[in-house]
Nanobody
Framework: QVQLVESGGGLVQAGGSLRLACAASGRTFSSYFIGWFRQAPGKERELLGTISTGGGNTDYADSVKGRFTISRDNAKNTVYLQMNSLKPEDTAVYSC????????????WGQGTQVTVSS
């Protein structure tokens, strides 16, 4: 089992940067793909990107491609989301989630952290 806790959210001005962390507990963290999601008020949850078990493979949604970067440090049981050139439309609750490397659905979720981008 994996427990996930996000941190690093807050208020930032448009054009600024923020780094979120997803800290995990559990012995099998390195066996999971980690996805970053966000959900804005009145909007459906959006998958922002995914990082593979070893961190060697990432993919991103078009809405954040070129601005956001996902990385992981399995020794620290932590995955990061570096967000640059933030826009007001990036305002949302950001969550990380884990899925087994051979699975297709995310089964463990963090509580989320609020990111607010002011114009």
């Amino acid at each position: 089992q994996v427990q996930l806790v996000e941190s690093g959210g807050g208020l930032v001005q448009a054009g600024g940067s923020l780094r979120l962390a997803c800290a995990a507990s559990g012995r099998t963290f390195s066996s999971y793909f980690i996805g970053w999601f966000r959900q804005a008020p009145g909007k459906e949850r959006e998958l922002l990107g995914t990082i593979s078990t070893g961190g060697g493979n990432t993919d991103y949604a078009d809405s954040v491609k070129g601005r956001f970067t996902i990385s992981r440090d399995n020794a620290k049981n932590t995955v990061y989301l570096q967000m640059n050139s933030l826009k007001p439309e990036d305002t949302a609750v950001y969550s990380c989630a884990a899925r087994w490397y051979s699975g297709r659905d995310y089964v463990y979720w963090g509580q989320g952290t609020q990111v607010t981008v002011s114009s």
